[in-house]
């Protein structure tokens, strides 16, 4: 099973939001694989990032994740109840992330949208699925993740990333075309000047 390894974690933070695109997100449930594509990322660099946690290198027990090993999950809340999926990178020490804002079911839509919504994907209104899976807190609730996720080993385990739906043994998907859109990060107005660092970046189809 071609997981991505550690060593995809380490370097240049924002390069490694952006290389995510297209990359595949895996939740094991009752070992029924959930696979999603990533369509929206978002950088953070705690030594010069004000929009990050651990801007300045400040360490709480909340973002302790961000410090520790690359490949690791720092999962927090806002608003008190959504989750938010982050992907820790770089070497132990350097506070940076990236945060999973975007996801595109490619298997078990079934189970996503019931986790989602409630109901079978036939179901859903035009307007859910719209917004499906199109923001960190609602990707987390599709997969079924939750702050017990928080520093779980990307490497290991039931919540992983790979390069395709054939390394958990389905077939290939078909990919749409994308073009690659940056821009400015997301609800992060407070952040000063960092509120201008060019670090989202989305897949749109055509």
Known sequence: MAILCREFYIGDTVEISRNL???????????QPL??????????VGSIDKACHAYGYHKTPRNAPLFGPPGYAYVYLIY????CLNF????????????????EPVYGTQAIARARFGCSPDRMSAYQRKN?????????KGL?????????????????????PVDVGLPEAEVPH????????????????????PWRFWLEKG
Not at 80 to 83: D, I, V
Not at 150 to 164: A, E, H, R
């Open 80 to 83: 008190g109840m959504h989750c």
């Open 21 to 31: 695109l297209g990359k595949y997100l895996v939740r094991i449930i009752d070992g």
């Open 88 to 103: 820790v990178t770089n070497p132990e020490g350097e506070p940076e992330a990236v945060l999973l804002r975007g996801l």
């Open 35 to 44: 696979v999603c594509r990533i369509t929206e990322t978002e950088a953070y």
């Open 178 to 197: 994308y073009t690659v859109h940056t821009g400015k990060r997301i609800g992060i107005d407070y952040a000063e000047e960092a509120v201008d660092f």
């Open 132 to 140: 499906f899976l199109n923001g960190p807190g609602k990707c987390c």
């Open 144 to 164: 079924s993740i939750d702050r017990s996720f928080n520093q779980i080993d990307l490497t290991v385990g039931n919540l992983f990333l790979c390069t395709s």
